[in-house]
């Protein structure tokens, strides 16, 4: 019996001692991945400024802002949500989270007719097809593999749709990189633009002069933004989703360490207990042997 249960112990510590090597070696490629996707995060943060600025640039320092774009010039009555989720799992909630905050924005504001959906990444494409939402497009490849032109790609016919009142407001919704350690999913509306303060309130001192119209200018701009918000939020989210896998995969290997731990000590618990029992066997046998020769 004691030999049965030292067999299954050993055949329990060799299959989690293989799943800590491959959960040890996913952690490493991980911490590579969430490297290089850092880097390029911050590099395109650091671009994303300028396209903010030029559009609270024309919106201030003109009284001719084309109200279009802007919150309040339409009522809302359907809205496209862009869906930021992964294409793997083994991220530990992260993929969860941005579904479950999607879904409960839907429940909370429904709208007259029912909402679209935009998935990047399978695993947001894959639950709200379950849920029979109407999938306008997707992207399921790595969302590190991801390049401006596909973005853009994705970002157009949006606008298109926005401008001819299909949808009237498209919300984001993604995961936004607060450390390697702590990430944070949030929501946030593209369109229409609501940009703080009231116009033509930080004139500039310098004459400016748009060519060839002040609407053509905002028109080129605001199709611009939302291509590199949603760019932004894809190359954040892909650094959120390596460094959510990261810590995954260094939980699962801490919890397999642990179990090899618990079940080593059981073995050699149940070994010990094994040899115990046969000496007491030898020596009861011989006592028994020794009272017969006498």
Do not use: W
């Amino acid at each position: 019996m004691a030999g049965s249960s030292m067999r299954d112990i050993k055949r329990r510590i060799k299959s989690i001692n293989s799943m800590e090597h491959i959960t040890n070696a996913m952690k490493l490629v991980s911490a590579a991945k969430l490297r290089r996707a850092k880097n390029t995060f911050e590099k395109s943060r650091r671009n994303f400024h300028y396209i903010i600025e030029s559009i609270e640039e024309v919106f201030h320092n003109t009284e001719d802002v084309p109200q279009l774009f802007l919150r309040g010039s339409r009522e809302i009555r359907r809205t496209a949500y862009i869906v930021v989720t992964s294409c793997r799992g083994l991220c530990g909630s992260f993929n969860s989270n941005v579904i479950k905050h999607t879904q409960k924005i839907i429940d909370d504001y429904k709208e007259e007719e029912p909402p679209l959906i935009v998935a990047i990444g399978s695993k947001g494409k894959d639950y709200f097809a379950r849920r029979n939402y109407e999938i306008i497009s997707d992207y399921c490849l790595p969302p590190e593999d991801i390049t401006f032109m596909e973005t853009q790609e994705i970002s157009q016919p949006l606008v298109e749709m926005y401008k001819r009142g299909e949808v009237d407001e498209i919300v984001l919704v993604a995961t936004s990189f607060i450390s390697t350690l702590e990430q944070k999913v949030y929501d946030e509306t593209i369109l229409p633009l609501e940009i703080k303060g009231d116009p033509y309130t930080h004139k500039l001192y310098r004459a400016v002069e748009y060519e060839p119209s002040v609407e053509e200018v905002f028109n080129y701009l605001v199709p611009k933004y939302v291509e590199i918000m949603i760019y932004n939020a894809i190359i954040e989210s892909a650094t959120c989703e390596h460094a959510a896998r990261r810590m995954a995969m260094e939980n699962a290997t801490d919890n397999a360490r642990d179990m090899i731990a618990n079940l080593t000590l059981s073995y050699n618990r149940t070994r010990q207990a094994a040899i115990t029992n046969e000496i007491s066997e030898i020596v009861g046998g011989a006592e028994a042997l020794a009272e017969l020769q006498h």
